[in-house]
């Protein structure tokens, strides 16, 4: 088998940039470990509608609710609301994801890439250092498939960087390990995802209550994994939910249990191989959404993967013309974003009330970082030193 472009993984990443890459009249293969596209879902749902502005998916089916914005908890639940638009990567629509990443990998097919369920990447094939495709297993048996670039759009777990030579590690710092129910039988604001936040509820992370219509809602944590003990995010989400009147008497239909990371993005090129999505760690290290990042990383990826197939040329060089685009946009707000993890991870949970109560009347339409700062330290003067880092960061 050859082919110019083989993608490892059919998530959001791997579809957005075998679609642009194939647009451009590259010849790509996705090859994908799962049975079926997008099963089991491993995914809060919760995206920014912005992904409307990409065309990407069509139809009604993938989305589940639109959302007008989101709540924010502090841990004595003073609520702070916010429009969609400023909430954040997370909150727009809560999807139904094994559908939407369908509806994905769809575009890239229907753009002339070709897909293999249940295959599974083992390692790269090389010659004298150059890598020239994915060694792949399929129903037993082994094949090589030769390609000029390979893209490893495998997720959290990605193997494919580390097969390169790409340092992957994530410290338990940046690991955030989540665990959610999706519950019937619950109550909620309509319209309106739910963030808690709170040193005792969700240790260096937060509990989300996303709806996903009538009395059905998918309700998770995430907790960072330095912070947390193995299993403790199970137990602190059936705690939270036992005290809450609206979630109480949920009956779940689902449950999952993952992880995100809330890093920096890694070096994503080296010569014939680029990475994308979790892979690259491109996800909001404040809320761990990297729904949205891989849509936005994917189609750069993608256009430079077709540009770099017209022009023959396979080097970093070319490559890492995606990562210098994304440096300017993307990465920007993660790297500000990263500034704020690090500075909310030193708040207790006194402080996260201060600032809640400073924000519950803050007209949120007049939003910049220094009148929001002016909003926070008028009411609560101690909270000044608190968030110097947020001012150098903006
Ligand atoms: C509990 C939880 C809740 C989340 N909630 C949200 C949310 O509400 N909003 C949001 O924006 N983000 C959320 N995220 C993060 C989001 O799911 C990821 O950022 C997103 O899925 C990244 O897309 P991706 O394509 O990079 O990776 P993935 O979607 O993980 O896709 C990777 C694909 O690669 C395949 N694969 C892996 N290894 C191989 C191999 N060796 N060979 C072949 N195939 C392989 C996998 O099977 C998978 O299909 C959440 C994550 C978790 C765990």
Same mark, same amino acid.
């Given at each position: 088998m050859r082919y110019d472009v083989v993608v490892v993984g059919s998530g959001p990443a791997g579809s957005v940039t075998a679609r642009f890459a194939a647009e451009?009249?590259a010849k790509v293969l996705i090859v994908e470990r799962r049975s079926e596209v997008g099963v089991?879902?491993?995914?809060?749902?919760?995206?920014?509608?912005?992904?409307?502005?990409?065309?990407l998916v069509?139809?009604?089916?993938?989305?589940?609710?639109? @959302?007008?914005?989101?709540?924010?908890?502090?841990?004595?639940? *003073? @609520?702070?609301?916010?429009?969609?638009?400023?909430?954040? $990567?997370?909150?727009?629509?809560?999807?139904?994801?094994e559908f939407f990443d369908k509806e994905l990998a769809r575009g890239a097919l229907k753009a002339g890439a070709k897909l293999l369920v249940n295959t599974l990447a083992?390692?790269?094939?090389?010659?004298?250092?150059?890598?020239?495709g994915v060694?792949i297993k399929r129903f037993?048996?082994?094949f090589?498939v030769?390609a000029?670039i390979v893209v490893g759009a495998d997720g959290?777990?990605?193997?494919v960087?580390?097969? $390169?030579?790409? #340092?992957? *590690?994530?410290?338990?710092?940046?690991?955030?390990?989540?665990?959610?129910? *999706?519950?019937?039988?619950?109550?909620?604001?309509?319209? /309106?995802?739910?963030? /808690?936040?709170?040193?005792?509820?969700?240790?260096?992370? /937060?509990?989300?209550?996303?709806?996903?219509?009538?009395?059905?809602?998918?309700?998770? +944590?995430?907790?960072?994994?330095?912070?947390?003990?193995?299993?403790? $995010?199970?137990?602190?989400?059936?705690?939270?939910?036992?005290?809450? %009147?609206?979630?109480?008497?949920?009956?779940?239909?689902?449950?999952?249990?993952?992880?995100?990371?809330?890093?920096?993005?890694?070096?994503?090129?080296?010569?014939?191989?680029?990475?994308v999505g979790?892979?690259?760690?491109?996800?909001?290290? +404040?809320?761990?959404?990297?729904? =949205?990042?891989s849509?936005?990383?994917g189609?750069?990826?993608g256009?430079?993967i077709?540009?770099?197939?017209?022009?023959?040329?396979?080097?970093?060089?070319?490559?890492?013309?995606?990562?210098?685009?994304?440096?300017?946009?993307?990465?920007?707000?993660?790297?500000?974003? /990263?500034?704020?993890?690090?500075? =909310?991870?030193?708040?207790?949970?006194?402080?996260? #009330? @201060?600032?809640?109560?400073?924000?519950?009347?803050?007209?949120?339409?007049?939003?910049?970082?220094?009148?929001?700062?002016?909003?926070?330290?008028?009411?609560? %003067?101690?909270?000044?030193?608190?968030?110097?880092?947020?001012?150098?960061?903006?």
């Amino acid at each position: 088998m050859r082919y110019d472009v083989v993608v490892v993984g059919s998530g959001p990443a791997g579809s957005v940039t075998a679609r642009f890459a194939a647009e451009r009249g590259a010849k790509v293969l996705i090859v994908e470990r799962r049975s079926e596209v997008g099963v089991p879902v491993l995914c809060a749902e919760g995206i920014s509608k912005k992904v409307d502005s990409y065309n990407l998916v069509e139809g009604t089916k993938w989305k589940a609710a639109s @959302m007008a914005g989101a709540r924010i908890f502090s841990p004595d639940r *003073t @609520m702070v609301r916010l429009s969609a638009e400023l909430a954040g $990567a997370e909150t727009g629509y809560v999807l139904n994801r094994e559908f939407f990443d369908k509806e994905l990998a769809r575009g890239a097919l229907k753009a002339g890439a070709k897909l293999l369920v249940n295959t599974l990447a083992t390692g790269l094939i090389t010659d004298g250092g150059r890598i020239k495709g994915v060694r792949i297993k399929r129903f037993g048996e082994e094949f090589d498939v030769e390609a000029d670039i390979v893209v490893g759009a495998d997720g959290v777990e990605s193997r494919v960087g580390k097969w $390169a030579g790409i #340092n992957t *590690t994530l410290k338990p710092h940046d690991l955030e390990t989540c665990a959610q129910y *999706t519950l019937s039988n619950v109550d909620f604001e309509e319209g /309106y995802s739910d963030f /808690y936040l709170g040193k005792q509820i969700a240790p260096g992370g /937060y509990v989300w209550v996303f709806p996903k219509g009538k009395d059905v809602a998918n309700v998770g +944590i995430g907790v960072l994994a330095s912070l947390s003990k193995p299993g403790e $995010a199970k137990r602190l989400l059936d705690e939270f939910i036992a005290s809450h %009147p609206d979630l109480k008497d949920g009956e779940p239909l689902r449950f999952l249990a993952g992880a995100v990371p809330v890093a920096k993005p890694i070096e994503a090129t080296r010569d014939n191989l680029v990475l994308v999505g979790d892979a690259a760690r491109q996800v909001d290290p +404040i809320t761990g959404g990297g729904l =949205m990042a891989s849509i936005e990383a994917g189609k750069v990826a993608g256009e430079t993967i077709g540009k770099a197939v017209e022009l023959q040329r396979f080097d970093k060089e070319l490559l890492s013309e995606y990562e210098e685009r994304l440096r300017q946009t993307l990465y920007r707000k993660f790297e500000r974003n /990263y500034v704020v993890k690090e500075t =909310m991870l030193g708040f207790d949970d006194k402080t996260l #009330n @201060m600032l809640a109560d400073s924000l519950k009347d803050y007209n949120f339409e007049e939003l910049s970082t220094l009148s929001l700062i002016k909003a926070l330290v008028s009411k609560h %003067p101690s909270l000044l030193p608190k968030l110097k880092p947020l001012l150098k960061a903006r």
